[in-house]
């Protein structure tokens, strides 16, 4: 400041202490900042999306990982693919690959089968208890003979002998029959050869990893999927490698997204440089886009103290609105440049500039009601750095810049009256294109699905849905059922209760889950206590008798069934199946902090996930995953906060323009370019065919933001009596252009949520820049806003 | 389990298939490997095997039973994945495989099950199996047997699963004599390792001939 006089002074300290009291408490936030970069903050706190995204953080069923072999050679073997994948195993990295998970061992399908079926006891239940009864009445068991005796003619004869001595009533049939659904309705189409999954066909193979990496875990997902892509690049000729994981989506929506900002970044500094080159050559202007930038890094540390665990996102949108606070900076300085008197100059654009913070602060004021805790971070975080940036702007600019500096045009253009009265046909163009854009804009539907914003790669889409189409038995998309507890024994009692509660609702089968087949010990025992409390030594000699009568005219021999009548009086001779059972296991147990989580299935439709949600509401034990949960759970959240938050953002903005404008019309040409902008936004999505969404709505409240500070330029200009590149006008030009040169540059971004973010703001801006540039001149020549103004 | 079931069937159908001529009894002397030349001599006989249609007589000593169990019936063969299986004695069933479905009938119920495999790992064991023991495909079963010779006239090879398979749990050893010109199979011993023993012979074996339309009917033609 060249006229710094000794009065100021004690200004000057002022100003300076409290900047060093800020810096020194967002210093102290630092060390308490953890960023956080997953999504969870950005859902509605308590909520099912939450969960859901919580379960896929913490549980081990989200760090499963697959490697697809494939045979490329036609003339290679099933034993080289098999060679292939040994070697594999030998490579793996242990601190990224806990384990790999093997097939129940051929050698004992045998064993493993008539173990199930001597133990049948723990699994058959009541009502099978009640249907046996009639299976060993003389005529059922006359006919059972039989059948058991055409059984050992057929093909499978000698097979089926073993399976007829240890159940000689046929009661496997509904163990095996529950064991083979499960895993007809779950399973891929696999053969176990030599300890692996091969495909029926021979030539592909999947190998099966417990990972520790979690798919939401960026970092750790980037080593994961760097070390099986180095895996596949190794594959032996005549193999192809393909690893499928959510893993892969995380690396590589991180790599697109950081390629596609490098690529926003270069074009940014070129844009950057030219307007520097061309239009300001003052290197004072640095100051204009350094200090909102020091604010939002002061804020960041601000915002720690209160919520130390930051959401990235939110630091991300929060750095965005760096645009809005680079409005202030650029309006002081061509203040401050035109000026004479840099004290009266800020006094004369205060109250601009203290309404433009306080229409863009409206929306994120709001924000700090929301039930979303990334809403709330952001709404905190964007009204300190703004209000940092604000008071940056008119206390700590003018410091730094010095009248007469070399701005392009500043001053220049024809009188913004007659510019006014030329404009005025554009109003008519206008409202048609107002008219036509809510029309087409109408059209957008909000869209919860989060897999839309999913950057993952074509390559990727494709083997995944190669693989779907090779390996899976079902087309249909399912919803996970979670009912943890603190053991196996308790997840699996609690399972028993919430499956049973849910028998109601599905029909047999629709609802997989493995109580179906292996409930709980709790349910077992009891089964089992049942089972021998049936089998009294008097039904079992009675049964004995019936047989050797019902066998007779067959030939069986006398302990043709002994294996049958010992396992009921000496217990089993088998031991459990333990490794079809643990293979069941892999597919319906889980871990999740500390906590056992046993997964049931069903078919992800409204009306399933409805009917599961409303019956295990209250159960804090059970939790639905579901993409149409998921969906459910924003749309209401969406739906109950909706409300609340435009009706504080409505409020707050509406008072702050009338108690500083003290003008309805002024309010709402102040507010035009941002309804323009956002229908326009609107009507852009409709036509791309993108919907609205977590990140389409975020840019439509920045294109609101932004869009209101231009109508204030375009307002004050016309008040001051400005030229089209005055310094109310240039103020907006430069503002406008410097945040399109960043908008455009995500039009090539390959991310489609950057993509969503620069279409949106791109045309958001771009309308109602223009609107503020021709609309808000033209309306005021025909309202003659001037006069009216004047004489009020 | 009804996949486990199939699977077995056809590992052990070509026990009975291929059954066996009951002179052929195991040598106290080892016999000697077959070599690669041997196969793939026999191998490719077989494979000029289109067609194979022969009566058989099944007889299964079984602990279960007090009895020898005879089973006679009807098989028929056609490349490149036709087969049925017809039991006419003790009691009537069938079972043909065409493509990727397997139909069933029996008196008992005179229904017909029918069973779509479609890329079901079963089915493709089955197939794998019949054309392996049927039209030759012995360098393939070289690689999960251990195969000997204990007779050269007429051929007879040893099928001796290899350690580690869930076959090797169930049977011992499978013998297959061929017959005229090493053409088609004459008969099969299954050994299981419970000491059940089945054997099958074909009796009048067609090779190469059509195959009447109404023998592949499932319930079978005139039954």
Partial sequence: ?792 | MKRLVLLFVFLLIAAPALAADPTTQPTTQPAPPASTELLERVQKQLQAVNTVQADFIQVKELAVLKHKLTIKGHFALEKPDHVIWIVNEPVKYAVAVKGEEVRQWDEDTNKVQVIHLGGDPTFKAINEQINSWFMGNYKVLAQDYDVTVPSEKPLTLAFAPKGGTMVAKILKQIEVTFGKEDQYIDTMVIREQSGSVTTLHYIDAKVNEPVKKELWEIPPHGR
Avoid at chain 1, 141 to 152: A, C, P, S, T, V
Avoid at chain 1, 291 to 320: D, F, K, Q
Avoid at chain 1, 704 to 721: H, R, T
Wanted: net charge neutral.
């Fill in chain 1, 1 to 792: 400041m060249a006229d710094e006089t000794p009065a100021k002074r004690p200004r000057k300290r002022w100003i300076l202490s409290i900047a060093f009291i800020l810096v020194a408490l967002s210093i102290a936030g630092f060390f308490r900042l953890q960023i956080d970069s997953s999504l969870e903050p950005l859902l509605p706190q308590d909520s099912e999306a939450r969960q859901t995204i919580v379960f896929l953080r913490d549980s081990t069923f989200a760090s499963k990982a697959l490697l697809w072999f494939k045979l490329t050679d036609d003339n290679a073997t099933t034993a080289q693919l098999i060679a292939a994948a040994e070697d594999v195993k030998r490579k793996l990295d242990p601190s990224l690959i806990s384990r790999v998970i093997a097939p129940p061992g051929e050698a004992n399908a045998m064993d493993e089968i008539l173990g199930l079926i001597e133990h049948a006891g723990e699994l058959l239940n009541q009502q099978d208890l009640n249907e046996l009864s009639g299976l060993t009445t003389p005529e059922s068991l006359k006919k059972r003979m039989r059948e058991n005796y055409l059984q050992l003619t057929k093909l499978e004869g000698s097979f089926m002998m073993g399976v007829i001595r240890r159940d000689p009533l046929g009661m496997n049939a509904r163990v095996l029959g529950r064991l083979k659904s499960l895993s007809d309705s779950m399973g891929y189409k696999v053969e176990v050869k030599n300890g692996h999954f091969v495909h029926p066909d021979g030539r592909q193979l999947m190998l099966v990893l417990d990972t520790t990496a979690s798919a939401t875990s960026m970092e750790s997902s980037r080593q994961l999927v760097a070390h099986l892509n180095s895996i596949a690049a190794s594959a032996p000729p005549g193999v192809k490698i393909t690893p499928i994981a959510g893993q892969v989506h995380t690396a590589q929506n991180d790599s697109t997204m950081q390629r596609d900002m490098k690529l926003a970044g270069i074009l940014d500094s070129i844009g950057f440089l030219l307007l520097f080159i061309l239009v300001c050559r003052d290197w004072r202007v640095a100051a204009v886009f350094t200090l909102p930038v020091i604010a939002i890094g002061v804020a960041l540390g601000l915002c720690a103290l209160v919520y130390p665990r930051l959401s990235a996102m939110v630091i991300g949108l929060s750095a965005s609105m760096a645009g809005s606070a680079v409005d202030y900076g650029i309006f002081v300085y061509t203040a401050v440049w035109m000026g004479t008197h840099p004290h009266q100059d800020m006094k004369r654009i205060r109250k601009h500039l203290l309404l433009s913070l306080l229409t863009t602060m409206g929306v994120f004021v709001a924000f700090i009601f929301s039930y979303v805790p990334a809403y709330r971070q952001l709404g905190y975080m964007t009204c300190v750095s703004l209000t940092l940036a604000m008071l940056a702007a008119l206390y700590v600019l003018p410091l730094v810049v010095r009248p007469g500096a070399k701005v392009m045009a500043l001053g220049s253009g024809m009188p913004l009256h007659r510019w006014g009265k030329l404009a005025r046909p554009i109003l008519i163009v206008a409202m048609l294109f107002f008219g036509a854009a809510l029309f087409v804009g109408s059209g957008v539907r909000f869209d919860a699905d989060l897999s839309k914003l999913d950057g993952v790669s074509q390559d990727v889409r494709d083997n995944e849905a190669a693989f779907h189409r090779a390996f899976a038995r079902s087309e249909a998309d399912f919803a996970i059922l979670v009912v943890a507890g603190d053991t196996l024994p308790a997840a699996e009692h609690e399972n028993d209760k919430v499956v049973q509660q849910l028998a109601s609702h599905f029909k047999p089968g629709e609802l997989i889950s493995l109580t179906n087949f292996w409930p709980s010990e709790a349910t077992r025992n009891e089964n089992l206590a049942r089972w021998r409390a049936y089998w009294s030594p008097e039904r079992i000699a009675a049964l004995k008798a019936n047989l050797a009568v019902a066998g007779e005219p067959y030939g069986f021999s006398v302990d043709a069934f002994a294996p049958f009548f010992n396992s009921l009086t000496a217990g089993p001779a088998t031991r459990q199946s333990r490794e079809i059972i643990s293979s069941m296991q892999e597919q319906f147990v889980a871990h999740a902090s500390g906590r056992v989580q046993l997964l049931s299935y069903f078919e992800d439709t409204d009306a399933n996930v409805t009917a599961v949600r409303n019956m295990t509401r209250g159960n804090p034990n059970a939790q639905v995953i579901s993409q149409r949960a998921m969906g459910q759970a924003f749309a209401e959240s969406a739906a109950s906060e909706t409300e609340l938050l435009v009706s504080i953002s409505l409020g707050f903005i509406i008072v702050s323009l009338l108690a500083l404008t003290r003008s309805v019309i002024k309010s709402i040409l102040i507010m035009l370019p941002a309804i323009l902008g956002v229908a326009a936004m609107l009507a852009t999505l409709a036509l791309l065919h993108l919907p609205m969404n977590v990140v389409t709505v975020i840019a439509a409240i920045m294109v609101m933001a932004l869009c209101s500070d231009y109508g204030i330029f375009a307002v004050f200009s016309w008040d001051e009596d400005e030229t089209l590149f005055g310094q109310g006008m240039m103020s907006m030009h430069l503002s406008s252009i410097t945040t399109l040169i960043g908008t455009s540059s995500l039009l090539l971004a390959h991310h489609p949520a950057l993509f969503m973010v620069g279409v949106s703001l791109t045309s958001g801006l771009l309308v109602g820049y223009l609107t503020a540039f021709f609309v808000v001149p033209g309306i005021c020549y025909v309202l003659n806003l001037d006069k009216k103004v004047r004489t009020a």
